[in-house]
């Protein structure tokens, strides 16, 4: 349940926003609500270890340098 004040506060403050904005403010409220994603444990991580060939990490790290490693000024 939403305190009363918090919820005029919030209120007046939407009052005064752009429509686009005040969608922003829902789709915030709403990922707020959702629950967070469960990541990968370190212990199943773990179970990979070694299962790269040498040349298989080569042409990784390489594709990571190539590709990854660059800041493009004019791309956003």
């Not at 829902?26 to 070694?50: I, R």
């Not at 040349?55 to 800041?71: M, N, P, S, V």
Request: charged share 30%; with cysteine.
């Amino acid at each position: 349940m939403i305190e009363e004040n918090i919820k005029t506060e919030l209120l007046e403050r939407m009052d005064k926003l752009t429509p686009t904005m005040q969608k922003c403010v829902v789709e915030y409220a709403q990922s707020l609500a959702e629950p967070s994603p469960q990541g990968t444990s370190g212990a199943e991580f773990l179970k990979l270890a070694g299962t790269m060939t040498p040349e298989e990490a080569k042409e990784f790290l390489q594709a990571i340098e190539e590709d990854c490693e660059r800041i493009d000024p004019h791309e956003w």
